[in-house]
């Protein structure tokens, strides 16, 4: 499983960007995919995930950001709004898939990150 993630730039404080991430290899429609986050000097945390329909959320987003997955396009998005300065880190996809290699049905799979920046 490979996963191109893209969309971050540079955006002001309320604004929106969309990220997107694409999928390829081994990986089903029912396989969990989600968006993390890190800032500068902070740990990669959960920002938004979906698994067969069912979405979460980061309480520090609710309301602002909708995580959603095109399936026949095997892409994940992040449409992002009302941004704010503190949003600003580097923007992770992650799929949990089978590899077969290390005989394991629940890998994650991380893309190479996108960064966000929101200016005040």
């Known amino acids: 499983v490979q996963l191109q993630a893209s969309g971050g730039g540079l955006v002001q404080a309320g604004g929106s960007l969309r990220l997107s991430c694409a999928a390829s290899?081994?990986?089903?429609?029912?396989?969990?995919m989600g968006w993390y986050r890190q800032g500068p000097g902070n740990r990669r945390l959960l920002v938004a995930s979906?698994?067969?329909?069912?979405?979460n959320y980061a309480d520090s987003v609710k309301g602002r950001f909708t995580v959603s997955r095109d399936n026949a396009k095997n892409t994940l998005y992040l449409q992002m709004n009302s941004l704010k300065p503190e949003d600003t880190a580097v923007y992770y996809c992650?799929?949990?898939?089978?590899?077969?290699?290390?005989?394991?049905?629940?890998?994650?799979?991380w893309g190479q990150g996108t960064l966000v920046t929101v200016s005040s």
């Open positions: 290899g081994d990986i089903l429609p029912n396989n969990a």
């Open positions: 979906i698994s067969s329909g069912i979405t």
């Open positions: 992650k799929a949990r898939a089978p590899n077969l290699q290390i005989g394991t049905m629940e890998y994650d799979y």
